[in-house]
């Protein structure tokens, strides 16, 4: 067990000054900013400073030569109902605005807004021209990307002018860098899949929507000139910094730490510290379900099978939602009979689930397990006399399994299961698929692969993006050409070898290396390519990017790229290890989740 100077000092009675390390833990690389003293009462900081959200610049009129048309006929519109009247022209070519329940959510808002004499004018969308706007911010899209050298330089230091000012805050002494310290743009609602609030009008945020959190003796951010904060608060319990209430789905808004900061990082460590507790007692819960699937009690029988299910499938557990507020979408604990099919045989397997419903961002969930007998018939017991719109879990909710969960293991949550095999799963394929022999390439391949066997259990599919086909031809273009130049190479290796068996001089012996070195080179470069072609194919309709973030344990990624040296640039890009800096500080290639 190493141990840090920080350590050995207060040891030996050296009083602890601020922000000095606690004692190593294992897995650690070392003592670091991560592990400084932390308080246990709930309070997350002592002193916060910062300037206050940055809010986005006023909306500035269209020039008078782009023109709106009614009916045909151009026609002047206020200077609100002009700015909603761009929300839907700068989305003409995208889908959203085929969809009805957009069309007529945003026409119903964007009425609200008009003035009465709009009001009398305006009565149908279908009269609506906005082709003219929409060609305006196509052609300014356009303009601002053939802007010179010196030109987006100019830009690049204004923004970065404004990220010096509004992008840091001071936190017990640290500069720490502040996430999205900008407030959203007004715009159109999109929300996920077919949201029924899809259209509506996301309205400006202004100072008097904005609670601002601080500490008692720091500078109170300044509100813009004649406006004035919400409210004004000095809560050390919570991390955000700025706070508002959107108005589509009443729900809050925050602006927080960067990911990369201590307080994000200290979460993240804590997150995935609880899911490797887990691992202790993960085969006691097991049984302690397995048991309960048997259980007199209905409720019971029912948290027993929700949780076989969170625990072998990794779904969500599902949160109780508005009608009409949200999507159509479930998890675990909401999901209805009309979500299931039971078969007692299919594909030669006995006692099979086929599940199909809407998940999280109304991604579609459909699978079909084969699973315990006695889950089986349960579920046929849960679905007797039920319509197909009934709960399959009628007894159950997330809270009720989640107090449940906390009985069993303190900070357990349905979720937690998630994070645990999720890392669990990454930890076990890297073990089986990485060849120590490998190139970079083929190691990353490996890591991809088992990446992707955890994006297949948590369900992060995608939609095969439309540059696939045409960026896989250019990469089949690439991989013909160097098999050309690799024939190539092989050709001139052999009229050198000739060569040499004839004058057998050290100029000929040095073209022979030469050729050999040549030819060796482009395949490697063959082998990357060929590889890299098999990895976007692989991976078209899988998001990789959710689990490494979210759920995937970084000290897992970060100790098998030190053992295979592998640098940690290929697996995590500069945001990510930013974020990640808590663990490629404490993490050795011996770590084990």
Known sequence: MYRCLATSLL????????????????????????????TNDGVKWKQLEHKGPYFVPLYEPLPDDVQFYYDGKPLKLSLATEEIATFYA??????????????????????????????????????????????????????????????????????????????????????????????????????????????????????????????????????????????????????????????????????????????????????????RRLKDVVHKIRAQYQADWKSKEMKKRQRAVALYFIDKLALRAGNEKEEGETADTVGCCSLRVEHIKLHSELDGQEHVVEFDFLGKDSIRYYNKVSVEKPVFKNLQLFMKNKDPGDDLFDRLSTVILNKHLQELMNGLTAKVFRTYNASITLQEQLKALTNPEDSVAGKLLSYNRANRAVAILCNHQRSTPKTFEKSMQNLQTKIDAKKEQLEKARQELEEAEDELKDKKDAKAEANVQKKKKLLERLKEQLVKLNVQATDKEENKQIALGTSKLNYLDPRISIAWCKKFGVPIEKIFNKTQREKFAWAIDMTDEDFEF
């Open 90 to 275: 700068k989305m003409l070519d995208h889908e959203y605005t085929t969809k009805e329940i957009f069309q007529n959510n945003f026409f119903n808002d964007w009425r609200k807004e008009m003035t009465p004499q709009e009001q009398e004018i305006i009565k149908q969308l279908d009269k609506c021209d906005f082709r003219e706007i929409h060609k305006y911010f196509v052609d300014k899209n356009e303009a601002r990307k053939a802007l010179s050298k010196e030109e987006k330089q100019k830009l690049k230091e204004e923004a970065d002018k404004i990220q010096e000012e509004y992008g840091y805050c001071i936190l017990d002494g640290h500069r720490e860098k502040i996430g999205n310290f900008k407030t959203e743009p007004p715009g159109l609602f999109r929300g996920r899949g077919d949201h029924p609030k899809m259209g509506m009008l996301k309205k400006r945020i202004m100072p008097e929507d904005v609670i601002i959190n601080c500490s008692k003796d720091s500078k109170i951010p300044e509100p813009p000139v004649g406006h004035k904060w919400k409210e004004v608060r000095f809560d050390n319990t919570v991390t955000w910094l700025a706070s508002w209430t959107e108005n589509i789905q009443n729900s809050l808004k925050y602006i927080m730490l960067n990911p990369s900061s201590k307080l994000k990082g200290e979460k993240d460590w804590q997150k995935f510290e609880v899911a």
């Open 11 to 38: 040891g030996r009675g050296v009083p602890r000054p601020p922000f000095i390390p606690t004692a190593f833990r294992a897995g650690s690389g070392g003592c670091s900013r991560w592990e400084e003293e932390k």
